[in-house]
């Protein structure tokens, strides 16, 4: 086990704006990414039905 | 015997991803739990770089990919010139995205792996500037393709744009190698053995998974989205609906 606290864990040895700089910006990018893909499979298919329902 | 031509047709193929879809992102799911583990909790700290080297356990794994996808990109663009079948030219259009953002990773995280480690957010050496320029060329496709209204032609012009750009892969791959780059060589390579300690190597490779089982499922269910989108006025997808 390399660290001794949880905060000895953030601080990454003084190194924490780098380190957690690029887990952060990588897991908001893959996060927006499948809540994108999420949101247009939705759009996809309800639009799909409205434009069913007009027909 | 699989009849693999009967995949090569959006119809089949769109249930059989959508099945497939979920168990590549569990899988991503669980290699990353184990990867990152690995990479906190297993690796120790670098004895010349510290704690900033963790960076490596999410920036070659998407370096790779970046360049990886690349190739299946313009593969799949190659078929769909070639054949002239339709889901081809779905599935370059399915990856360009995905591709975009393991290279925009790539180089975020680069910069701040270089910066602790180079002194500097950002150089113009030749494996930056290649990757950069990667990074630009799926921008490219993704701008092309969606500028063109007619599909058919949008796709052939997509497709000559991606080919055109596969020669910049083994420029970023070989730029440490013909250049006097700031960036490292490879410290992984089939020939010989990696050069760095084997439990790192192991969070490496099994990040390397993770991500790649996550291009899989993204792309996969992008190219659903967009076999619905093409193929809405088709006979199957109305029969599809009407069974939902």
Known sequence: MNWGSASEFFAMGGKALYVWGSYGVTALVVAAEIVFLRRRGRTLRSGDTQSRRTE | ??????????????????????????????????????????????????????????????????????????????????????????????????????????????????????????????????????????????????????????????????????????IIYFSVKWWNTLHQGSSVSITRAPSMAAIMFTGMIVMVFAFWMYCIAVALTRVRHIILEREQHAQWVQELKEAE
């Open chain 2, 1 to 170: 015997m699989i009849h693999w031509f009967k995949y090569s047709s959006p119809q089949t193929f769109y249930p059989l991803a959508g099945k497939v879809a979920p168990w590549f992102g569990a899988i991503s799911v669980v290699l990353a739990v184990v990867g990152l583990y690995i990479s906190f909790f297993m690796a120790p700290t670098d004895f010349q770089q510290g704690e900033s080297y963790r960076v490596i356990f999410i920036h070659v794994p998407a370096a790779w990919m970046s360049m990886f996808i690349y190739m299946v990109m313009a593969g799949w663009a190659a078929m769909g010139l070639v054949f002239n079948t339709r889901l081809s030219a779905m599935m370059a259009q399915a990856l360009a995205p995905t591709g975009a953002m393991m290279t925009f990773i790539a180089l975020w995280t680069g910069a701040f792996w270089g910066r602790p480690t180079w002194g500097t957010w950002w150089v113009w050496d030749a494996r930056l500037t290649s990757e950069l320029i990667l990074l630009f060329l799926y921008l490219g496709f993704m701008a092309l393709t969606a500028a063109i209204d007619d599909v058919r032609r949008a796709d052939r012009a997509g497709a000559m744009l991606a080919l055109v750009g596969v020669v910049n892969v083994p």
